[in-house]
């Protein structure tokens, strides 16, 4: 945006700069969870509802953080100017 890129531009650049690092951060940290997901040792009934919710945590983070936000950025900044304009 500052750089004179219009609104929706910049923020699919910057979404898309950032996909792949969020992904792949998003990713492994689900993976170390797995294990714990789907023990069935001592412990278990603490370890597998523990685990399970990171993992729901994770992946809802890692959605809101790469369409969510983006789009509500936009939205907001839409209304921002348009109130702008009836002023």
């Given at each position: 945006i500052d750089n004179g890129l219009p609104a929706y531009e910049?923020?699919?650049s910057a979404a898309l700069q950032?996909?792949?690092p969020?992904?792949?951060t998003s990713l492994v940290a689900s993976l170390g969870f797995v294990p714990m997901a789907f023990n069935t040792g001592i412990g278990n009934e603490v370890q597998r509802p523990l685990a399970t919710v990171v993992i729901g945590g994770?992946?809802?983070s890692t959605v809101l953080t790469l369409?969510?936000?983006p789009t509500?950025?936009?939205t907001i900044r839409k209304f921002v100017n348009v109130r702008k304009q009836q002023n």
């Open positions: 910049a923020v699919k950032r996909l792949r969020v992904l792949m994770l992946i809802s369409f969510v936000l509500l950025f936009l």
